[in-house]
């Protein structure tokens, strides 16, 4: 029987010490002004974020939103002055009405986390602004117009923590910014290092400083750039999905840095020979492979369109499976 409840057990996976028992991923109450929730999917036609980026819906996955194809509207980034603006809603927003409001309803025992920002991430915000193929070759071609952009979104979102932190007072905080694919990052090293790193650093410090746990979500093959989020100060990285060599990343930066998903929920699992007792055993074999030595958080579902009853079956397997071998691996 467990003694912490999954908020004290997930913090003490976050401090490098041996929780009770595996934490899971997801557990957690997003609070935050409704104007920054960003864009949430599920909605007909399409529909613009704070900076005109029109977005659709893409019911194959789970209903996210995404920029809709070809409308992007950044075509030149040494305009981006006259086109990218400080969004309006920012001076409008009743930090205090919002925060009294939402912790209203706080359970102290749930965890009190945000993703507030303006938007995406910043490699995610240049892309929906430009496209990937502009916006990469802006990159390379002038990284000094995006260094200056990524920048002036930093501001913003160094402006929005500080206003977060004051009114809500949370205690973790999640930087996503999808900056890998399924075989490599997006970016070479030296343009992260150029780029990105910094504006990630600075924008993490805000809550690091004011005595946060700190998550950073990044999908894909994002393994060759996990060493940097360390030395940044993130206490855990998510979704850690499986073409990464996750084994040798648990190793190398145990105690550093929390794993937290692990199970491949793009592969075998997803296909419909599947069976039952071959999903449970994926669920074993991560927890195994990962959960020895702490460090880690068990997360693992697959995505296709809501309300799937088929999705959810092979959902309800994972989840069952976790529960019953999250006590196996601490004393």
């Known amino acids: 029987m467990a003694h912490l409840t999954p908020k004290e057990n997930y913090f003490r996976m976050l401090r490098g010490e041996i929780p009770e028992y595996v934490p899971t991923f997801g557990f957690g109450m997003p609070m935050g002004p409704p104007e920054l929730a ?22 194959n996955a789970n209903n996210g939103a995404l920029p809709a194809p070809g409308k992007f509207i950044l075509k030149d980034i040494t305009k981006w002055r006259d086109v990218i603006k400080r969004p309006e809603i920012l001076d409008q927003i009743d930090w205090q009405l919002c925060a009294d409001r939402d ?28 496209g990937f193929d502009e916006g990469l070759i802006a990159c390379l071609e002038y990284p ?12 913003l979102n160094v402006e929005i923590g500080k206003k977060y932190i004051h009114y809500y007072k949370p205690e973790t905080f999640m930087l996503g ?21 910094p504006v990630w ?16 979500h990044n999908c894909g093959m994002f393994g060759p750039f996990v060493k940097h989020i360390v030395n940044m100060g993130f206490h855990a990285w998510n ?22 998903g692990g199970f491949d929920a793009r592969g075998k699992a997803c296909y419909p020979e599947t069976t039952e007792e071959e999903i449970r055993a994926m669920v074993k074999e991560t927890m195994d492979a990962l959960a020895p030595g702490g460090s880690f958080a068990f997360g693992g579902f697959i995505m296709g369109p809501p ?14 499976e976790y529960e019953k071998r999250k006590f196996d691996y601490y004393n």
Do not use: Q
Not at 48 to 57: A, H, N, Q
Not at 109 to 115: D, G, K, P, Q, R
Not at 178 to 186: L, M, S, V
């Open 38 to 59: 960003g864009m949430v999917g599920g909605f007909e036609g399409e529909r613009l974020d704070m900076f005109g980026v029109p977005y659709v819906t893409e019911w």
């Open 103 to 130: 912790l209203a309803n706080y359970n102290p025992e749930t965890i009190h986390s945000t993703m507030v920002s303006v938007g995406n991430g910043y490699f995610m915000m240049l892309t929906s602004f430009m």
């Open 144 to 155: 000094e117009e995006v260094k200056d952009l990524l920048n002036f979104i930093c501001d």
């Open 177 to 197: 910014d999808d900056i890998a694919h399924e075989r490599a990052p997006f970016v070479s090293e030296p343009v992260f290092l150029e780029l990105f790193e």
């Open 201 to 216: 650093r600075r924008h993490v410090e805000t809550f690091l400083d004011a005595g946060c746990f700190a998550e950073h």
């Open 239 to 260: 979704p850690a999905e499986a073409m990464n060599d996750l084994v040798a990343i648990h190793e190398e930066f145990l105690g550093r840095i929390a794993l937290v």
């Open 307 to 320: 309300g799937d009853p088929w999705n959810a079956e092979r959902n309800g397997w994972i989840a069952d």
